[in-house]
């Protein structure tokens, strides 16, 4: 099972900042979309994915943001991203990808890693 990751931001997150954080962290990585594109997975040269991200949700109920995501400072509206890396090293690049994004979207992420 892998480790589940939670992006929430105020603002729609862009592919284009997702990419750019790949780029940054792991340049030989490439990028690819599964399932008509509600995945969108950065992976190694041998198709593994070290991260997996679904396409974000509006959350507009502050009830549902609080009850899921009680961590987080921000209250609804918020985007909502779920992603998932693999353990290892492998998804340890995927986790410093996830949260690079973050910091750049200006957004707060959880990471269950059990840490």
């Keep these: 099972m892998p480790r589940e990751l939670l992006i929430l931001s105020r603002t729609a997150p ?3 900042v997702f990419v750019g954080a790949g780029a940054d962290i792991a340049p030989e990585l490439r990028v690819r979309t599964l399932d008509g594109g509600a995945v969108t997975e950065i ?3 041998r198709g593994r994915a070290v991260l997996s991200v679904q396409v974000p949700e509006l ?3 502050p009830a549902e943001v609080a009850r899921l995501a009680a961590w987080s400072t921000l209250s ?16 340890d690049v995927g986790v410093a990808i996830a949260r690079a994004f973050a910091e750049a979207s200006g957004a707060e992420i959880r990471v269950e890693d059990g840490s």
């Design 76 to 91: 609804a509206p918020v985007w909502w991203t779920d992603a998932w890396a693999p353990w290892g090293e492998q998804g």
């Design 59 to 61: 959350v507009e109920n």
């Design 43 to 45: 992976v190694d040269r």
């Design 14 to 16: 862009e592919l284009s």
